[in-house]
């Protein structure tokens, strides 16, 4: 006596349909163009910007556009953690001008030797992140609202012990990693920084491609109810990418201040939109689980070259180019969107 | 058998309906009385939900003719059918638990004032008015739905549909998620629906309830009509001997003794409770597969889920190969104790973008070499386990959203073979496989427990739980109703018991 499927979500299986569909090389191919759909953005932006400027395409200005982004780009490493586990930091704002005010303060008012100040800093921004962390996991807030919580908290923390004071005298050490040349005099501006970033980004690399902890984030976003019955911790999980993405916002915000050459008393939150907007035009899902690290150095090369290329052409005033960052922006994550997404994924 | 009377509503002239190679329903015949509660009864598969869903409107594409209140329809949308008087109360209730009761009665029909805001005086008085005329007048409509029971809950979903119109209702499974207590009331309620002279359409398992609430059963098999038969001239055996299609052995088998000192207790599972079971005790012995049958929404599958670490549970010991599990554990806790559990969704415990050997070794990794997962080190674990399921194809590179439903499922259980858990708790490990998969499946289980290693296998599908298991707990409404050794037993002993 057979069984009979009644719903069409049972269906019976048959041998036809056990067949496993078979991809062809050219659409291995196809497929492979559009999870590179960053990467073809990015190549036709520089084809663009370099016949419509003859500034563009010089080593200088590619030395000018790696250090506008360092900062963006070592905040984007921890974001590529959080956004990966399908959560979202918007704290990383405020944690980075509490995190650079608070190394200044260690140094100009309690006289603290170097490096203890930085490390401080660093301290106070991983603290933040575990702040949201728990915040989120033990007490179950949403990340957005964990971390909108903890943006406030930091930037509170940040005026009032600020009290609106300004510093210019920064310790030597910041000031080093934010604006010291690599390779003598004539050597890659913002080298430090610029190395800095790249190590951030390699280190994330690394620990998402090559370690269980990594395996871990991507299949917390991927599926939460199947990691939790492979027996992953979601929930610690995610209180690991926040408490990263701290550490980052408080390095970012030291090597920016030192960069700067000031102490703000205020957050720049420009930063925040920045760091997502990177990790999501590489293409890293909002949703989580898909993307990576590697993603996000594309990302972070083509915001580059969109704010720098539209510097570089001569009849687009400053008034205007908000705007236009705005189209490109918008068309470059459709096109990642419609493509990349429906691609099959390929990680890190 | 009785055909077309004067007082029929509704009748139902030959209905055939095909899913692509499936056919469903076969010339199949059905009519319904002003007043009368009409039960449609049969096997899993055997066509009650097509026909149901052709009465609703849900399907439009069938042949055979409809006829109701002396007109042929054809309803397009389940729209059109409430519009014209049929109306379906579905097992998942489709009302609003943040709105209150009375907001629930009329959404999306409230009474206006003649400045057109809501009357709600009026929808208030309304509301208590019918609900007492059912029998519940104690009922607070001004209360949000979700502070009441789900079987109040369903009281108000019943009176919506009638408030909508329908002069048919179409009950799905009504009392699967009802305590006992909550299906008393129910039958009080379709006897108030009756005496107002309302048609009901009556969809169960249960068959006890069926012989104490429908006038006329129609019994379906394998998409046709076996037969209609008065109620007050038929026996509980005579109805099963006609789903099954075979005459029934009528003799119930022995109670099963209880575990004796010498076996190997590996899940020990005491007075376990929560919302939607009670008192739940069962043990697992090494070498074992215990199965636990139960109708859908009978709680089995939240009882697996609940000694997972997956579903609240409000008391009870959990107790595995010995060491208790502490009041309140996650699934992290309950797979270190030595637990595995592949659920009845597989949706919800497959990565289908990631590869197969990802979906095998990610409980393992920390086994598996060092901090480091090696791919070559995960396929040398994964490719064995993908061979002795037999995976098809073994490909353990695949994406494993791109195998077929069986295939995905012999990946689940390929998880543990490798490094096995003491218990491994399956939750319909056949549910829309052909025979081959499902024997290679059940096979599987065997062998784990040819291997002394505990399973428990949780299913509404009587033919894996009997094919598969040592000892069977039946479980109805929440409740274990008995438990018995798997000899002699077939699917009448069983649905004798639920």
């Not at chain 2, 209730?93 to 057109?116: D, Y």
Request: hydrophobic share 45%; with cysteine; glycine share 8%.
């Amino acid at each position: 006596m057979g069984v009979q499927a009644e719903s069409s979500n049972i269906q019976p299986e048959t041998a036809a349909e056990a067949r496993v569909i078979q991809e062809s090389s050219r659409e291995i191919w196809i497929r492979r163009l559009k999870t590179l759909a960053p990467v073809w953005t990015l190549l036709v932006m520089w084809i663009i910007f370099s016949l419509a400027s003859p500034s563009f395409a010089t080593p200088a200005n590619f030395n000018n556009i790696l250090a506008q982004v360092a900062t963006a780009g070592i905040l984007a490493v921890g974001m590529t953690f959080v956004l990966l586990t399908g959560e979202i930091d918007l704290s990383i704002a405020g944690v980075m001008g509490l995190s650079a005010y608070v190394a200044t303060q260690f140094y100009t008012i309690h006289h603290l030797p170097e490096p203890l100040p930085v490390i401080a800093g660093l301290i106070v921004g991983t603290l933040c992140g575990m702040g949201s962390g728990i915040i989120s996991t033990v007490i179950r807030v949403p990340t957005f609202m964990a971390t909108l919580a903890m943006s406030l908290i930091a930037e509170g923390l940040l005026l009032w012990t600020s009290q609106g004071t300004q510093y210019f005298k920064l310790s030597p050490f910041p000031l080093w990693i934010g604006s010291a040349k690599l390779g003598g005099d004539d050597g890659l501006r913002s080298g430090v920084f610029i190395l800095l970033t790249t190590i951030c980004l390699l280190i994330g690399y690394l620990v998402l491609r090559y370690t269980r902890f990594g395996r871990y984030v991507y299949m917390t976003g991927a599926n939460p109810s199947a990691a939790r019955l492979a027996g992953v911790n979601t929930r610690a999980m995610v209180f690991a990418v926040l408490t990263i993405s701290g550490f980052t916002a408080g390095l970012a915000g030291i090597a920016a201040m030192g960069r700067l050459g000031t102490a703000l008393p205020a957050p720049q939150s420009n930063f925040l939109i920045q760091a997502i907007a990177v990790v999501v035009l590489g293409g890293t899902s909002l949703t989580g689980g898909r993307g990576g690290m590697w993603q996000t150095a594309v990302g972070l090369l083509i915001y580059g070259s969109l704010s720098n290329g539209l510097d570089n052409i001569a009849n687009i005033n400053s008034f205007q180019k908000t705007f236009i960052t705005g189209l490109v922006l918008l068309a470059a994550l459709v096109v990642n969107i419609v493509f990349a997404g429906k691609a099959e994924r390929d990680r890190t | 058998m009785s055909s077309t009377t004067s007082s029929s509503i509704l009748e139902l002239k030959d209905i055939s309906k095909r899913f692509r190679t499936l056919q469903a329903l076969k010339n199949v015949n059905f009519d319904l009385r002003q007043g009368e509660t009409h039960a449609l009864v049969g096997e899993n598969g055997a066509g009650k939900s097509t026909l149901m869903r052709i009465l609703a409107g849900v399907y439009d594409g069938y042949e055979g003719e409809f006829w109701f209140n002396g007109k042929q329809v054809h309803f397009h949308n389940p729209k059109e059918a409430l519009n014209a008087g049929i109306g379906m109360i579905h097992q998942e209730l489709s009302t609003m638990p943040t709105l209150t009761v009375a907001e629930n009665l009329f959404l999306g029909r409230q009474p206006l004032t003649r400045f057109g805001s809501v009357d709600w005086k009026k929808m208030q008085r309304v509301a208590h008015e019918e609900l007492a005329n059912l029998g519940f007048p104690e009922i607070n409509v001004n209360l949000p739905l979700g502070t009441y029971s789900l079987g109040i809950q369903q009281v108000v979903e019943v009176l919506r549909v009638i408030l909508s119109g329908a002069q048919v209702l179409i009950m799905d499974e009504p009392t699967s998620a009802l305590s006992p207590a909550e299906v008393e009331r129910l039958i009080q309620l379709i006897d108030t629906l009756r005496q107002q002279k309302r048609s009901i359409v009556y969809i169960s398992h249960f068959l006890d309830e069926v012989m104490r609430v429908a006038d006329r059963i129609t019994v379906l098999r394998d998409g046709q009509k076996v037969g209609t038969l008065e109620r007050q001239d038929t026996t509980l055996d005579q109805l099963i001997s006609l789903i099954l299609g075979h005459e029934i052995n009528a003799t119930l088998p022995s109670v099963l003794p209880e575990a004796t000192e010498q076996d190997h207790i590996l899940l020990d599972v005491k007075d376990l409770s929560a919302d939607v079971f009670k008192n739940i005790n069962f043990q697992v012995v090494a070498g074992q597969i215990l199965g636990i049958y139960g109708p859908i929404g009978a709680g089995h599958f939240d009882v697996a889920r609940a000694i997972f670490g997956m579903y609240r549970f409000d008391q009870g010991i959990i107790t595995i190969d010995g060491k208790k599990l502490p009041d309140k554990f996650s699934a992290r806790q309950a797979i270190k104790a030595g637990l595995a559990y592949a659920t009845e969704s597989r949706r919800k415990s497959m990565f289908l973008d990631e590869p197969i050997f990802r979906n095998i070794t990610l409980p393992h990794l920390s086994q598996i070499g060092t901090i480091v997962p090696n791919q070559a080190q995960e396929l040398k674990v994964a490719t064995p386990a993908m061979i002795r399921t037999n995976v098809q194809p073994p490909d353990p590179l695949n994406a494993a959203g791109k195998l077929s439903g069986g295939n995905q499922q012999k990946v689940a259980i390929a998880r543990w073979l490798t490094f096995p858990p003491k218990v491994l708790i399956v939750s319909e490990p056949t549910r829309g496989m052909d025979v081959g998969a499902k024997s290679e499946v059940l096979g599987i289980l065997r062998t784990l427990r040819n291997e002394h290693y505990g399973v428990l296998v949780v299913s509404s599908e009587p033919e894996t739980v009997l094919a598969v298991s040592d000892q069977i707990a039946v479980m109805s409404h929440g409740r274990i109703v008995a438990q018995l050794d798997n000899k002699g037993l077939d699917k009448d002993s069983l649905m004798r018991l639920i």
